[in-house]
């Protein structure tokens, strides 16, 4: 087996986290704006208020913009599998690949087709059957999401499936199992729930800039009330689903939740304080500056106030006899693969359970190989791999506290945005306007540390307990990574800042540009306003 | 006519039944989040009607 290059991983993974992340950042408006529209269209086919339709119209128009750049920068996240992680598509592509299809096939043939209807179909169908397309843009997109989410909690909580010694990869067993995932579940609807939180800051705040500039009052007003109100519902349920993920981290990956509370030793329930502030120190294996709140810790990750919440030194402890029974299931494995003989069949099936930790050993072996380990060289092996099996304490701690903190600034603003609203009372408060409009990227910053915090903490592995991060890539040069990694930083960089460019404008020109234009649109057809009027106006 | 839009609705029903006892049972989170997100659409909308309704008959002064 080859060597394998450490600068080479770093590389794929660098590259994969500013893929992902610069994807995430149009992902949660798509989400959320879709639902958005059809609350807005909801109304306009109830009351049959032209101001609606209009409001339906302008924000639809930056919801394409949105999406169309949105999709280009997902579609290379999905080679990159195949290209940079080759290792594990091999190894779990029958997982991954059935999910990512069903994705493409379904959800995104769906949500494309019906995004036409929605720009195009203003004027040809009826006010009912717009809704309904609309519904179903939102339906699209958000299954999307689901798919993807469903692939990423079974690299996060793997069931449904079983490793086969003759293929050498993991197979799936039950479909259902896979899609019903509780992780799946949890993950999804956190997701898409961010992403109606990221919509409604950014239809309040926008809704914010034109109540300050005293412009479109009746349009803002309006949008600000139902953002407000959708803002609240969802930024509960986002929470709410939090502590979900919370608790099943806590059930199926104890190290990701002992980072995520930076907690090193065992917790000593009732009184273990929660950590609001510390500097772990993954290197001494401590944290510095530690400011805690006392009898939080407990009830809030396990719902008790008498369990003890194990620490990372202690899973150190407890991984010992795993990464020993992975060697020598490797050890096996190797066995069997030469010889298929019953007895390292029988063997390794003995010691199948903890193979994904004599993976993480390899890197300690002598040339990287499990079967060369002396008996004398076993202790050091495992003494070396042990630090191994924890993700970056720093990183996972602190970008779930970032996404936390932001998140309750949202409940905040969104409840008193939708008090001053529902009171009548917007453009009396000027602060809480300001507010609202210095917020609109903040839902999109939680989303990404929510992404680092359930990646970063999933680490050392790409699929928790049987493929390690370190294995999973493809032998590329280092060269051939710095490229294509410089490459997609500089596309993708032109993606953010043509979205940039695209959003400002249109949000400061506002909705009567649009009305402007669909007057003179019977005599000319308008390129910028195609969203709108449709392409045979 | 009328008798196959009563069929037909009827059918949905059916349709919505069984899935929200599958997906209510195999994936509660899945079910809470078709239920949820259809109040969230319908309470926004109703805070839009509901400044409809605050508004009536006048411009739009003090929102």
Known sequence: ?537 | MQLVRMVGLALAVVVALLFAVFVGDQGPWYFAWVVGTVMIVLTASAGAVLFEAQHQGSEVKDI
Not at chain 1, 368 to 390: F, G, H
Request: glycine share 6%.
């Open chain 1, 1 to 537: 087996m080859h060597s394998i290059n450490p600068m080479v991983v770093d590389l794929s993974r660098f590259q994969f986290a500013l893929t992902a992340l610069y994807h995430f950042m149009f992902v949660p408006l798509t989400l959320g704006l879709t639902f958005f529209l059809a609350a807005i269209e909801t109304v306009y086919v109830v009351t049959g208020k032209q101001v609606y339709k209009d409001m339906a119209q302008f924000w639809g128009k930056l919801f394409g913009i949105n999406f169309a750049i949105g999709v280009a920068t997902g579609i290379t996240m999905e080679f990159e599998f195949g290209t940079n992680w080759s290792m594990y598509s091999h190894f779990f592509g029958d997982m991954f690949g059935t999910p990512l299809a069903i994705e493409g096939l379904m959800a995104f043939f769906m949500e494309s087709t019906f995004v036409g209807l929605m720009f195009f179909g203003w004027d040809r169908l009826s006010r009912q059957a717009h809704l309904a397309v609309t519904f179903l843009v939102a339906l699209g997109s958000n299954l999307s999401a689901l798919w993807i989410l469903v692939a990423n909690a079974a690299m996060n909580v793997p069931q449904g499936a079983h490793f086969d010694p003759d293929t050498m990869r993991m197979q799936s067993d039950s479909i259902v199992q896979v899609i019903f995932n509780p992780d799946a579940q949890a993950k999804f609807v956190h997701t898409s729930v961010a992403g109606y939180v990221t919509a409604a800051m950014f239809v309040m705040g926008i809704s914010a800039f034109y109540i300050l500039q005293g412009r479109n009052k009746e349009f803002a007003a309006r949008s600000f009330r139902m953002a407000a109100i959708f803002g609240i519902i969802s930024t509960v349920a986002v929470i709410t689903l939090g502590d979900v993920l919370g608790r099943l981290d806590y059930e199926h990956q104890p190290t990701k939740i002992a980072a995520i509370e930076g907690l090193w030793e065992n917790s000593h329930p009732p009184y273990e304080p929660w950590l609001a502030f510390a500097i772990p120190d993954d290197e001494k294996q401590k944290n510095h500056l530690e400011v805690g709140i006392p009898f939080v810790l407990s009830p809030l990750v396990t719902h008790s106030f008498d369990t003890t919440i194990i620490g990372m030194k202690e899973l150190q402890t407890q991984a010992e006899p795993r990464i020993t029974s992975g060697i020598q299931a490797l050890v096996a494995l190797h066995h069997y693969d030469q010889t298929h003989s019953a007895t390292a069949l029988a063997e390794f099936r003995a010691h199948e359970a903890d193979m994904g930790f004599g993976f993480l050993a390899m890197k300690h072996a002598p040339g990287q190989d499990v079967a060369a380990i002396t008996e004398d060289q076993m202790q050091s092996v495992v003494d070396a791999t042990k630090p191994d099996i924890l993700p970056n304490v720093f990183v996972t701690f602190w970008s779930f506290r970032i996404m936390v903190v932001l998140s309750l600034w949202f409940f905040l603003l969104f409840a008193l945005g939708a008090y001053v609203s529902l009171k009548n009372r917007l453009n009396r408060n000027h602060l809480l306007l300001k507010l609202c409009l210095w917020s609109i990227p903040l839902p999109i910053l939680a989303t990404e540390f929510g992404w680092i915090t359930a990646e970063a903490g999933r680490q050392p592995w790409t699929v928790f307990n049987f493929l390690p991060t370190y294995l999973s890539a493809s032998s590329h040069g280092v060269s051939y990574m710095v490229f294509s990694l410089a490459g997609f930083a500089l596309l993708y960089s032109i993606f953010i800042a043509a979205e940039l460019f695209l959003m400002f404008k249109f949000a400061r020109l506002g909705p009567e540009h649009d009305a402007h234009h669909a007057q003179s649109a019977s005599v000319h057809v308008v390129p910028d306003d195609v969203f709108v009027t449709g392409m045979g106006d």
